[in-house]
């Protein structure tokens, strides 16, 4: 094979020295003769082939000159694809080629809580979240008292000694005391009267006479008080006391005679002495159930004056010296009637509640 013979072939069969080479195609093969032996891959020292064509996979072929070199071959699939070259390439993936295309990603729902699966993001295989307080649900296993936020503010309990919204001294005594008097409950308690709280206690009873505001004793009807206690002192007999309610009984019987020009120890309207104590609320003066009497006068504006009208006048002087009377109401009414200043004495012979 030395003679350095050149054939060229077209697309022929041939049978050459013995070897069966059956090639196809159109292109042509040159072929230079040379030191070595050609193997029926067509690989060999000093030897060029090209356009040679399989059927199959793809080879690379490397030889090196002299019988027996070295030669290396990387075999692939039938795709061209290999696992293994760091190229996640088409037609692998994390299932059939991990190493190049890398672990497949955690499947929700394989039972099992990967990591980068939560309670949050997978609870079926990583399981239910616990409660976090301050979501704005009230979760199971949160509560008023673990977590207001979500669960609102507990109920008031009643006996936890602190008085809370929506208890009161009604709902729960113990923890808010005890309520203070309330008009209109239909209960007169302690701190109710009358006064305050007549839907409850009742309307108080109307005392008749002058009005609360001219009962008290002006200069002349104090002046008066004293004339008649050194009168009686110095005939050996107690002092009397001014008594509110006879100084509004005397009070308003000499206002209603100057206001209607008369002068009578009784009323228009018929009343007697007692009658206007007991009205002026002197209860000991209904009936009467005590020692009474009265005493009139007029013409003189001044105490010193109607003194003297009534001790001049024996009926009038027993009346202030009377030993069995310890109370005196004193009314005196000007600027009125034909005789100008009207004078009223109320003698009673006790005290009672109503004389303060």
Known sequence: MQRGIKILLSSLALALLGACNFITGA???EIDGGEGAADGNGAGSGTETTGTETTGAESTVAGTTGPGGPSSTSATTGTGV??????CGPGED???CEADCGP????????TCQSDESCVSCPQDCGECPPQCGNAVCEAGEDCASCPGDCGACPPTCGNAACEAGETCMTCPGDCGPCGPTCGDGTCDA???CDNCSSDCGACSTCGGASDAT???????QAFLVLIN???AANGLGALTACTSLNRAAQGHSEDMRDNNYFSHTGLNNSSPWDRACDACYELGCGPQTAMAENIAAGNSGAQGTFDQWQSSPGHNANMLGASFTQLGIGRATGGGMYGSY???VFGGATEPSCN
């Open 343 to 345: 004078w009223t004495n």
């Open 82 to 87: 290999v696992c293994g070259d760091a190229v």
């Open 27 to 29: 292109a042509d093969i």
């Open 104 to 111: 497949c990603a955690a499947t929700c729902g394989d039972a």
């Open 215 to 221: 009962t008290a004793l002006d200069s002349e009807e």
């Open 230 to 232: 050194n009168y009686r």
């Open 191 to 193: 701190g109710e009267d």
């Open 94 to 96: 994390c299932v059939s």
